[in-house]
């Protein structure tokens, strides 16, 4: 018997001595395929005085059916030990309107979201839970958290990361996800 590849190039499949079959395959994040359906953001707060309890940025995740997943968050401060925490949040917010920047360049589908950030923080909110909470350590440090899809933002709900304690210096927050099927 006869086994093809079954992708149309004509080519055979190959066994070992053993007749195992050879296979290889590539691992790729959610997120790449994501990416490559033009379905995957990248959100920008840059705040260069923020105040400590200051919600830096926020994020609505308006679509009517499809969570928001949160591949990463990325901090920078240039101010040492600064405390960070990324709570669900209800309220009516007010601040800054930032975009979301769809990583698929050749893509037109923009996100339906609300988000908002930057110099002036993010006002009217109310914490529901504390969901993380992370350190910047050192002066002029870049922290990743490698949430690994694990933060879904349903329909309707939101998402704020509070600058919770530091000294003021300037400090840029991105958030990276997509919209997921179900």
């Known amino acids: 018997m006869l086994v ?59 679509h009517s ?39 698929n360049l050749a893509s037109g589908k923009i996100a339906e979201a609300t988000c908002r950030g930057g110099a002036a923080g993010v006002t009217g909110l109310t914490s529901t839970k504390v969901i993380a909470q992370w350190y910047n350590g050192a002066v002029n440090s870049t922290v990743r958290q490698d949430i690994n899809d694990r933060i879904h933002v349903g329909p309707g709900h939101a998402i704020a990361i509070e600058y919770d304690a530091g000294t003021g210096g300037a400090a840029l927050l991105m958030l990276t996800g997509y919209y997921d099927e179900d």
């Open 65 to 103: 059916s499809k969570p928001f997943i949160i591949s990463a968050i990325q901090s920078y401060a240039t101010d040492a030990d600064v405390v960070w925490k990324l709570h669900e949040v209800t309220g009516t917010s007010a601040g800054t309107a930032i975009v979301l920047v769809n990583t």
């Open 4 to 62: 093809e590849d079954g992708i149309g190039t004509g080519r055979k499949a190959g066994v070992d001595s053993a007749n195992r079959l050879q296979v290889s395959a590539r691992q790729n994040t959610r997120g790449y395929y994501k990416c490559k359906e033009g379905d995957f953001y990248t959100i920008i707060a840059v705040d260069a005085g923020p105040v400590a309890a200051e919600y830096t940025l926020y994020f609505k995740n308006d």
